[in-house]
């Protein structure tokens, strides 16, 4: 089966610019994540989505950051506007049970 | 709030070697605790998921024990391989209202030489 897709797989910006990502989770899978992984840490967790429902956003920056599922399928985050501490590797995963399953994640840099 | 925290930060071995990576967290009511790894520039792979009922668990040549009480996982590898090399990441899932919400440690960054 077809696993987590993410687009793009890098991006470049300048601070106080947006940028939005898009993720595509293995069909079926009701769950999605939304994760930042800064640079020499591991993931943190910013939403948590069911079908396309908010399960937990309470690590999520809503002043800047936001993100949706419509239709209980793909997802976009984004990031209005970035600062400098943004740059980090997102990573989206979405799960059945158990486990998580991890797509390739976009590498942010914010200069 | 829990916090896990994985040691060594870095291990660098010859080929061949078995090895252990460890984890610690601080709240020892998890639901379960997971295994992952890492290869740079891509996303991460799941290894062995432990439930909190569990002691062990085993795949191929890594083994992943959970002492719940103390407050400790270890993954161990047999006879490492340069294909090994990678970063470990070990999260934990402390379940009911958190359930999914992975806590990660920071990763051990493996290196296997030949």
């Known amino acids: 089966e077809a696993g987590v897709a993410q687009s793009p797989r890098y991006k470049i910006i300048e601070k106080r610019q947006s940028v939005a990502f898009w993720c595509n989770p293995i069909s079926g899978h009701a769950t999605l994540y939304w994760y930042q992984q800064i640079l020499g840490q591991g993931p943190k967790l910013l939403i948590q989505f069911q079908n396309n429902g908010v399960v937990d956003d309470s690590q999520l920056p809503k002043d800047r950051f936001s993100a949706e599922r419509l239709k209980g399928v793909d997802s976009t985050l984004k990031i209005q506007p970035a600062k400098l501490e943004d740059s980090a590797v997102y990573l989206c995963a979405s799960g059945y049970y158990n486990e998580q399953f991890f797509g390739p994640g976009t590498r942010l840099t914010v200069l | 709030k829990q916090e896990v925290t994985q040691i060594p930060a870095a291990l660098s071995v010859p080929e061949g070697e078995n090895l252990v990576l460890n984890c610690s967290f601080t709240?020892?009511?998890?639901?379960?605790l997971q295994w992952f790894r890492q290869d740079p520039g891509k996303g991460l792979t799941s290894l062995l998921l432990?439930?909190?009922?569990?002691r062990e668990q085993t795949s191929g040549r890594l083994n992943a024990s959970l002492d719940k009480s103390s407050g400790r996982s270890t993954l161990y590898i047999a006879a490492s391989q340069p294909g090994d090399s990678a970063t470990y990441l070990c999260?934990?899932?402390?379940?009911?209202?958190?359930?999914?919400?992975?806590?990660f440690g920071q990763g051990t960054i493996l290196t296997v030489h030949p």
């Open positions: 999260a934990v899932d402390a379940g009911g209202t958190s359930y999914g919400k992975l806590t």
């Open positions: 432990i439930q909190s009922s569990q």
């Open positions: 709240d020892s009511a998890i639901y379960n």
